[in-house]
């Protein structure tokens, strides 16, 4: 009997851990669904593109990637567009989520030269792969998407006032065009930028979204293809590194992209850490109108 009370004793006992177990899990599982539709909201409200497409990336574009911590380093891959002010009158909350005050950028450019970071170029990034060239302690990388006239003319000389450099990505059908409230730098403000040690990258030819299955393979090859061909005819040069338009891509993408020998791809997906055995995969730090610095200096770490 006693031997009888002492099992169902047990039972009970295993039945209250399980029971303790199983509302700590359901808790784990709600904080993490809690903290998840947080940033979802997050990364809604700010990010974007070219006007001309209303799509959005999705939180699954801005998922950090796994982390391999053998082949990682921390590199704040900084993502801007515009630098500048939002028109009166605008009520395009794409447009003013893209939108970085000159005020702002200069005091986050101020800060990062306060503790000593160095801006580095995609191509150092790569050279580094390679073991040519020696990575400073603190590097940083400013990139700008779109190539909007004002993330020239209010973007540059404030990099170049802290000694930095940035790089530009190009839809090269836009040079010179207006699309609503929105100016795209012309060939030669971009040319000057090049002179000026900016490096101009390919964001394909007219934004067009890379995993949307409607482009096949001939398509994606023939139009970042052209990318290159009018950044060489306008610059002299082509870069083999891609910024993808909202951070979209898909495997047919990646593989026509290193067909056209890319070896660099830059994403949107969010984070600090970057896995040097993925480069066609560069997450990015995206930088929100708005945002305090001592928030914009917690995410340089994230
Ligand atoms: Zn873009």
């Keep these: 009997m006693e031997r009888g009370i002492f099992v169902i004793m047990k039972l ?128 940083v990388i400013f990139t700008f998407d779109d190539g909007y006239d004002d993330a020239f003319t209010n973007g540059t000389p404030i990099l170049r006032q802290y000694g930095y450099t940035g790089l530009f990505g190009i839809i090269t059908h836009f040079p010179g065009t207006t699309s609503g409230t929105n100016t795209y730098a012309d060939w030669g403000q971009i040319a000057a930028a090049k002179r000026q040690g900016m490096e101009i990258i390919c964001h394909t030819e007219n934004h067009f979204d890379g995993s949307n299955p409607k482009y096949d393979t001939a398509y994606i090859y023939q139009n970042l293809s052209s990318c290159q061909q009018a950044l060489q005819n306008h610059l002299g040069a082509a870069e083999p590194y891609l910024m993808y338009p909202y951070g979209h891509y898909n495997a047919d993408y990646l593989a026509q992209a290193k067909n056209l020998s890319f070896v660099m791809g830059m994403t949107v997906h969010d984070t600090a850490w970057v896995n040097l055995n993925d480069l066609m995969e560069l997450p990015r730090v995206r930088v929100s109108p708005g945002e305090p610095l001592d928030k914009f200096i917690e995410r340089l770490t994230e």
């Design 12 to 139: 009970n006992k295993a039945l209250l851990f399980a029971v303790v177990g199983l509302i700590i899990a359901g808790g784990a599982v709600a904080l993490v669904l809690f903290a998840r539709s947080d940033k979802i909201k997050n990364v809604q409200a700010v990010i974007s593109s070219a006007p001309q497409i209303q799509m959005r990336p999705t939180a699954q574009d801005f998922a950090p990637l796994p982390r391999a911590t053998s082949t990682s380093m921390d590199l704040p891959i900084l993502m801007y567009h515009h630098i500048g002010y939002v028109p009166t009158g605008t009520v395009d909350s794409i447009r003013i989520g893209l939108t970085v005050s000159p005020q702002e950028f200069a005091q986050q450019v101020s800060w990062l030269k306060s503790q000593g970071y160095t801006s580095i170029s995609l191509n150092d990034l790569y050279l580094y792969t390679q073991k040519r060239f020696t990575m400073p302690k603190k590097p």
